[in-house]
Nanobody, 117 residues
Framework: QVHVVESGGGLVQPGGSLRLSCTAS????????MGWYRQAPGDQRELVGT????????YANFVKGRFTITGVSGNMTKVYLQMNSLEPEDTAVYYC??????????WGQGTQVTVSS
């Protein structure tokens, strides 16, 4: 079993930056990738990006080079989502999940990001 916790959300002005953290614990050897998602009020949850245990990243088109996912290659205990040039449209609850070998993903409880002046 894997437990995932996000942190780092908050209120930021348009054009500002935030760094979210995702910490995994438990059977971390079963994690092969981790992903960041977000869900705005009234919208479906959407993928922001993923990072594999080997450090390969993929991003949704809307990221447009503004967001970066980092972690420690070979170690899935902690990954980060650096968000720059934030826009009001980025306001959402941001979730982290751990993709597991032979099991359903483990999700965190989410962290609120609000972009507003």
């Amino acid at each position: 079993q894997v437990h995932v916790v996000e942190s780092g959300g908050g209120l930021v002005q348009p054009g500002g930056s935030l760094r979210l953290s995702c910490t995994a614990s438990g059977s971390i050897s079963s994690i092969y990738a981790m992903g960041w998602y977000r869900q705005a009020p009234g919208d479906q949850r959407e993928l922001v990006g993923t990072i594999t245990i080997s450090g390969v990243t993929n991003y949704a088109n809307f990221v447009k080079g503004r967001f970066t996912i980092t972690g420690v290659s070979g170690n899935m205990t902690k990954v980060y989502l650096q968000m720059n040039s934030l826009e009001p449209e980025d306001t959402a609850v941001y979730y982290c999940n751990a993709l597991l070998w032979g099991s359903s993903p483990s999700w965190g409880q989410g962290t609120q990001v609000t972009v507003s002046s």
